[in-house]
């Protein structure tokens, strides 16, 4: 039994690869809206009136309402209710650097006075090479339980993303905070690069390695780094089977057993897990059978023990660790398995160091300046760290944390280090200074009400509720006055919909008032580069050719699909990167192409005097030439692909999350092309899914081939969390990379441009970037869509939205000032 082509796995995985984020979509990225004030004539906010709830329709919640987990866009949004953030921005997505007594910015001929809870500095030491951030706090600011918000707070904040057992989606490690990485280590520069080395030494000597006089390590240590990575090793397969247990025990019956027997069975659970991960499979007799080592256990007396289950990886990846992690892991937002026995490794042997007497008990470049004021110091300058080191929450360490292991002239920091369990104790009962205080999550609906403590004072409406609610519901909702507002797919569809309750025809009128603005994000279509590849290298050209024939064809037929999936509600673009970003080529930059526009000799595919009907042609010619390169046996008489070169197929998977229904803009797309390639041999499986809940398990174990989403993208267009190497999932970044392009001069485009903050010089370095991207055709660049947000115009009193809502400038930016009529 094979874990990717399995019947078992098949069914298993038509649940996980779930996919359907073009309507408000799931990410990983680390984007935050802030929760700041504009107004056109700036007025003291009343106290609470309304004890009418403002009902807003959102999509299903994962429970992570915590300013340090979330990374739904809805549980953020139930998060940041509760919540204010340091960084201040305006409708372009502008810094307000001084928010505390605020500044007055024009937007489309009008002026809007912006204010936050803190002023944000930022200088950059060219002698030094140091940037410092320097946060000053609003003071008076009171969380919603009555308690001051200081600069302890931030520090707390601080010291919990910073701390080494964080795996949240936000990350401050992708910037160089001074001092950060020997804090997490709890070792110095020197010390940490004398154990790397040594841990490294002693993995390339390999577990057999027969210790010697002349190494320069002692036996202990080897014996200490084999046992460490024996465990981490292990853990991982322990992960496996807990994750199997817990979330398809239903399937135990393949082995002829019960749901009861495996929950009261510690040696079935780990046969179940070995069994459902492809790693052993029932004989005629039905008993198990190791896949690499053909050990058997009958499962009636005899049962595989954990350590059997390593022994059975272990021979399977002939005990390359990095090899199985990559593949089997669970969760790959944890630690590899390699990395974590380095870091147990150099973290064990650094403190029994006599040079590391006492630890790193603090970050250099982390301090606490007053009561009121927090200072950040960075190696270097990075254009974009200002949007992630200024952009956290000021969070209640109070509540979150452990007020008895606070100190900071001691070095106490809220909680234990390494040791985050107070605050993930707290993921489902957020707390803070934001407009509003959670009261529950009941029944799918996220019950809030008014801090009466709120900076800019009590919200006007008392009661909000956040009520999951289907897509393809909210317009009926708002109308027959179940919901009150919720974001809705500009598709022709729903505004269709929406026009036809108002008695005007329009999508604004008596009964729905409809705002419409840019995504900041677009859609795309991804491939693996590690699962559709030639060969065993991604990076190929034959690699690239054979992606470059998928995407060719795919790209000839976006015009037509979202065109009539949208309408006016959106745009095909060329680069993958969102058209709301100042970075995006333009159709009169130089250079620009329309994305898989060429052929395998450079050639342009396309005139301007052919028919739709002879592009698609075109395109199916230009795609066989790719294949051919790439190594496919090609028929001339008969006009098919033979036979794959070794490492390709002649049938891929292509996983989108049109609720079984095809109800997905890139939909057509695909049933297009996997027309067009069945007419020469190559078979394009759709696998449409109805379920989206686990969107990130499929794309976190890499086992998906091609696939449809949308990113949500930052203010600052970075590069780094998506495309950089060290993102790719299982390498301990961000985990974000999932079309695993591993390029150095892309790696080094992207840190480039992080180092300026020349716009001019950044876009120039952006568009190479892009244009690597496009040669290793791991993306198909989709559409630009435009959000649309529906109100209802007989219960809200519209007067009171935030006017000139933008693609920066959400309407819960002023949540407080709604009213209901």
Request: hydrophobic share 40%.
């Amino acid at each position: 039994m094979n874990k990717k082509s399995s019947k078992v796995l098949a069914a298993l995985l038509a649940l996980i690869m779930c996919l359907g984020v073009f309507t408000a979509c799931q990410t990983k990225t680390t984007t935050t809206e802030t929760a700041t004030e504009a107004t056109a004539a700036p007025t003291e906010t009343a106290a609470a009136v309304e004890s009418v709830p403002l009902v807003v329709a959102e999509g299903e919640f994962s429970e992570k309402f915590s300013p340090f987990f979330a990374d739904t866009v809805y549980d953020v949004n139930a998060m940041e209710m509760t919540q204010i953030v340091m960084l201040t921005t305006d409708r372009v997505g502008g810094i307000v650097y001084n928010a505390i007594d605020g500044e007055t910015i024009a937007y489309n001929g009008t002026d809007y006075t912006y204010t936050g809870p803190c002023d944000v500095a930022v200088s950059y030491d060219e002698a030094a090479d140091v940037t410092t951030y320097t946060i000053k706090l609003k003071e008076g600011i009171l969380f919603s339980d009555g308690v001051e918000a200081t600069a302890d707070d931030i520090i707390f904040t601080y010291y919990v993303y910073a701390d080494p057992s964080y795996v949240g989606s936000t990350t401050l490690g992708s910037y160089n905070i001074i001092g950060l990485k020997n804090y997490q280590t709890q070792t110095s520069d020197d010390v940490y690069t004398k154990y790397y080395d040594m841990a490294s030494a002693i993995r390339a000597a390999g577990m057999d390695h027969v210790w010697a006089d002349t190494d320069a390590w002692t036996q202990d240590q080897q014996t200490a780094y084999w046992a460490l990575e024996t465990s981490a090793w292990i853990a991982d397969v322990q992960d496996i089977v807990t994750f199997c247990v817990n979330n398809y025990g239903a399937y135990v019956a393949d082995l002829g057993k019960t749901e009861e027997d495996l929950a009261a069975d510690e040696g079935l659970q780990v046969a179940f897990g070995m069994y459902l991960w492809g790693f052993a499979a029932p004989d005629d007799t039905g008993a198990l059978v190791g896949g690499s080592t053909g050990s058997s256990w009958d499962l009636t007396t005899t049962f595989p023990t954990i350590e059997d289950y390593y022994k059975e990886a272990y021979a399977k990846y002939a005990g390359d660790a990095d090899a199985f992690y990559s593949v089997e892991a669970v969760d790959s937002a944890a630690t590899s398995t390699v990395g974590q026995a380095m870091s147990d490794f150099i973290s064990a042997q650094a403190a029994a160091d006599p040079e590391m007497a006492g630890g790193i008990p603090s970050i250099e470049g982390i301090k606490k300046v007053d009561q009121y004021t927090v200072e950040v110091k960075t190696s270097g300058y990075e254009a974009p760290a200002v949007y992630t080191i200024c952009g956290l929450y000021v969070v209640p360490m109070h509540y979150y944390g452990d007020t008895a292991q606070y100190d900071y002239d001691n070095n106490m920091f809220g909680h234990p280090f390494g040791d985050l369990s107070l605050i993930q104790a707290k993921t489902t009962q957020p707390m803070g200074a934001g407009p509003y205080k959670f009261v529950k999550y009941e029944n799918r609906i996220c019950y809030f009400e008014a801090n009466e403590n709120y900076f800019k004072g009590a919200p006007m409406t008392e009661y909000v509720q956040f009520k999951e609610t289907i897509d393809s519901e909210i317009v009926a909702g708002i109308a027959a006055g179940t919901v009150d507002v919720g974001d809705v797919n500009g598709s022709k569809k729903n505004f269709e919909e929406v026009a036809g309750y108002n008695s005007n025809g329009e999508i604004s009128g008596d009964v729905l008032d409809t705002v419409k603005v840019d995504n900041l994000g677009y859609g795309y279509i991804g491939i693996n580069a590690d699962n559709v590849m030639v060969g065993s290298d991604p990076a190929s050209e034959q690699s690239k050719d054979l992606r470059k024939a998928l995407g060719t064809v795919l790209a000839v037929y976006r015009d037509a699909a979202y065109d009539s999936y949208y309408g006016e509600a959106a745009t095909v673009i060329n680069y993958p990167i969102s058209n709301t970003s100042w970075a995006a080529p333009q159709p009169t930059d130089e250079g620009y192409k329309v994305a898989f526009s060429t052929d395998v000799d450079g050639n342009d595919i396309y005139s301007s005097s052919m028919t739709t009907d002879e592009k698609y042609a075109a395109a199916l010619q230009a795609a066989i030439g790719y294949f051919v390169a790439a190594g496919y046996t090609y028929d001339e008489a008969t006009g098919m692909l033979t036979a794959a070169p070794e490492g390709a197929k002649l049938s891929y998977e292509a996983v989108i999350g049109g609720d079984g229904i095809g109800d997905h803009p890139s939909f057509a797309v695909l049933t297009d092309a996997a027309a067009a390639l069945a007419t020469i041999g190559f078979e394009l499986k759709i696998n449409d899914l109805t379920d989206t809940s686990v969107l990130w398990d499929m794309l976190d174990a890499s086992s998906q081939e091609l696939w449809c989403a949308a990113w949500q993208a930052t203010i600052d267009p970075d590069m780094y969390q998506v495309y950089h190497s060290s993102g790719i999932v299982g390498r301990g970044g961000s985990d974000s990379n999932h079309y695993h392009i591993d390029d150095a001069t892309l790696d080094q485009l992207i840190v480039d441009a992080r180092q300026s903050d020349d716009q001019a010089y950044r876009k120039a370095i952006y568009k190479q970037a892009l244009d690597i991207i496009a040669d290793w055709a791991v993306e198909i660049p989709a559409y630009q869509r435009q959000n649309s947000t529906v109100f209802s115009a007989e219960r809200i009193n519209l007067a009171t939205v935030t006017p000139d809502i933008t693609t920066y400038w959400s309407w819960l930016k002023e949540i407080e000032k709604v009213e209901m009529q």
